[in-house]
């Protein structure tokens, strides 16, 4: 039944708590070399896809060829490589420039959905009795929250969000998905040998969790983090996208799809380049998620 | 540490439920009959799918009413000057209530059916989202029809192929999609079939007021196919592997050993078999297109409740912004509840359990 117990979560955490079993499945009769080689190309193309986009974020602000609000033409004209947009400026220094909010935000907003998730989920496995019981319906609660409506019901009386609003946010929305992850995989190493030692040599609590539970979590952990990655630049973009900006004019590749949306037959470089970079690191980090699953879960019960 | 999972269905409905005399004994006679045991069974569901529903509720009102300012949030910098509409949505909002009434006065109007007002044009919400309701239900409703279908082929046709290039292919598009946000499939696609390359089909549904958006076909396309290719992708992973697990059962190996032939051993032992977890995914995915449609519908300008929902919010719309989120909400929780009731009745060893 555990198929079903991790099914109510949304989307994403269910996929990858089954996805894993079933590509990790004994492929007919191959070693198990053969096998490793078909996980490693996931892991290090996604990785390297995720590298260069963030390059190009982290150093793009010295490659540009143009100002983050330089003027260099007309509105939507051909001037420079990919032309320029709305207010006429160059589009490619916009993408240049624009890339490293975006990246920020969603790193640091699954930072915090990482810590309260694996936080929650740990006392929950770990505590047990009543209180798993009400962490665990809370946490049904908010998963019947899309992950975006919980952002967007707070910006409806909030009248300038702030970046660390964004990261809150978005960090609380992954929070519950990520609990439901790790309470799974630290109900699991509670009942192992290591740790029933560890209570009866009469650790405390806390130090069993920290130097037991903890660090045996990390391969699970690992891949949830990539896809919490993957969903959050998702959402950080896609909040921008719906024109939610913290910082209005700001080069931003989310700012940038809803600026030039309009003109996307005249000029559709100015959607086209942000899309493409969102939609590349996105594919980048699913991909390095999807190795690492496969990786930990033959690593460990196989 | 003893941890039992007692929101997980199936344990649950054995012990909590608490079965009078059931002891390794069992003698009959101690037993409830199953007609208890099954609306015991019911309720307890219902109960839970209420019980979401209503923390839902608190977390809805919490997040809109408690954080922010609404009157700023409406009136932005005329809050200052303009005390007269500031003083007017006060009272509409009813802001000078305590927290705890302003809930119980929004949760009692909930469950009347008065949804309140809408803050930007005096309307009843009622009235507003009425038809928005039914276009995005449409929508979803198509969606799912393509989905389900497109989704057993394909994954057939990659577990059938597994391990050879094609299976390979399948598996890094379906990869690739998966990370992929709503609102790049959906701009590129724009980009290819009405904007850039092609000019085959309409970039935004244009609907002519009061008709259903469905009276043009070819606007409902592109944000049909959209929503296919965001969701598609899970459905196919999950059919796949449950596919493949039950290809590698001992039942499907002698079915094969007895020489019935592969096209019967596929039809009778691993769809079959595959129809539990295949009901659990789609009824994911379609509590997850409930929340997709917010961005899909608002790139297409749709007229759905998605993307009424971002034009409420930024217009500080708070009565409509919380019941189109209940809207969401409450479509999830109740879709999960199908979802689980018929896959517990559609698996014998979990109706034994209930029933006896």
Known sequence: MTARATAPATSGTARTALAPAADGAPAGGSSTASRRRSWQPRLVVGLAITAFVVLVAVVGPWLAPHGEHEITGDPYSTAGVLGTDYLGQDVLSRVLHGGLSVLVVALLSTVVGLVLGVLVGILAAYVGGWFDEVVMRLNDAVLAFPQILLTLLVLSTVAEPTMWLIVVLVGISHAPRVARVSRGVALGLTRRDFVTSAEALGESRLRIVVREVLPNMSGPLLAEAGLRLTYSIGMVAGIAFLGFSTDPGAADWGQMINENRLALLVQPWGVLAPVLMIGIFAVGTNLAADGIAQLTSKGGDR | MTTVRTHDPAPAAGPPAGPPATTTSGSSSAR????????????????????????VSVLVFLATAALGDPVKAILGKEAATNLGRAEQIRQQLHLDESLWDRYWHWFGGLLRGDLGTSVANGLPVGELIGDRVVNSGVLVLIAAVVIIPVSFAVALLSARHRGRRLDHGIQLVVLTLAGLPEFVVGIVLVALFSTVVFHALPAVTISAGGEGPWTQPASMILPVVTLVLVVAPYVIRIMRSTLLDVLDSDYVELARLKGVPERVVLRRHALRNA??????????????????????????????????????????????????????????????????????????????????
């Open chain 2, 32 to 55: 409830r009959s199953p007609a208890t045991a099954w609306t015991l069974w019911a309720a307890r569901r219902v109960g839970l799918a209420a019980l979401t529903l209503w923390l």
């Open chain 2, 275 to 356: 129809v539990v977890p295949a009901i659990q995914v789609i009824g994911l995915q379609l509590a997850w297109l409930a929340s997709g449609i917010v961005l899909v519908e608002y790139l297409f300008s749709y007229p759905g409740i998605g993307a009424s929902l971002v034009d409420s919010v930024r217009n500080s719309d708070i009565p409509m912004v919380q019941t189109l989120a209940m809207i969401v909400a409450a479509v999830y929780v109740v879709v999960n509840l199908v979802a689980d009731v018929l896959s517990i009745l559609c698996t014998p060893r979990e109706r034994t359990a209930i029933s006896s």
